[in-house]
């Protein structure tokens, strides 16, 4: 049972948008940054989204996050492809004093 | 370019030990928090450790508190995880993870992993 709450799959045809949500408490994501990370089948996770709504470099701007009290969502626009695979949020929890994550969103491209 | 490698992973009866390492290099080490975060076959992430960019403060997930120790060595770039009273739960890659700056600034890169399997 994963700390924060996402949906387990989501899915849309190339070129709509998806929004993946991501739910949580006062704990952690009601007070600290939402991070998230994308995942492809036998590799590691890679950070597509930091401090709520902050791209790394390198992450299209079809990437675009958001948090509100103690949710936060994901929004994939003009889906590729390339999108395919597990989605996670994260964020710092006071309560544990490390980062929590959600179970994961599979995201498939129809 | 951040490099995280991590080793020591295999497999181990219960009870048994096994220290894993990350080495890593590409960025300035001793400025960054690290932790260990692993996900079990089929399963998602979950966080296991993590220590602050100095050493001087570890944090614990309570399902490996008292049986895990994480460690770095700043001189050596490197973190560490010394897993001991190893249960069938535990099997699972365990990821090596840079954060941004410190503990709650999130992690921001991954290594590629290294299995751990726990079994009779």
């Known amino acids: 049972q994963s700390v924060l709450t996402q949906p387990p799959s989501a899915s849309g045809t190339p070129g709509q948008r998806v929004i993946i949500s991501c739910s949580g408490s006062?704990?952690?994501?009601?007070?600290?940054?939402l991070y998230w990370y994308h995942q492809l089948p036998g590799t590691a996770p890679k950070l597509v989204i930091y401090?709520?709504?902050e791209r790394p470099s390198g992450v299209p701007d079809r990437f675009s996050g958001s948090r509100s009290g103690t949710s936060g969502s994901l929004a994939i626009s003009g889906l590729l492809s390339e999108d395919e695979g597990d989605y996670y949020c994260?964020?710092?929890?006071?309560?544990?004093?490390?980062?929590?994550f959600g179970g994961g969103t599979k995201v498939t491209v129809l | 370019e951040v490099q995280l490698l991590e080793s020591g992973g295999g497999l181990v009866r219960p009870g048994g030990s096994l220290r894993l390492s990350c080495a890593t290099s590409?960025?300035?080490?001793?400025?960054?928090?690290m932790s260990w975060v692993r996900q079990a076959p089929g399963k998602g992430l979950e966080w296991v450790s993590d220590?602050?960019?100095?050493?001087?403060?570890?944090n614990y997930a309570d399902s490996v508190k008292g049986r895990f120790t994480i460690s770095r060595d700043n001189s050596k770039n490197t973190v560490y995880l010394q897993m001991t009273g190893l249960r069938a739960e535990d099997t699972a890659l365990y990821y090596c993870?840079?954060?941004?700056?410190?503990?709650?600034?999130?992690?921001?890169?991954w290594g590629q992993g290294t299995p751990v399997t726990v079994s009779s």
């Open positions: 006062s704990s952690n994501v009601g007070i600290n940054f």
């Open positions: 993870a840079k954060h941004m700056v410190d503990f709650w600034s999130g992690i921001e890169y």
């Open positions: 994260a964020a710092w929890d006071d309560s544990l004093g490390g980062p929590v």
């Open positions: 590409g960025f300035t080490f001793g400025s960054h928090a």
């Open positions: 401090r709520d709504n």
């Open positions: 220590i602050s960019d100095s050493g001087a403060v570890s």
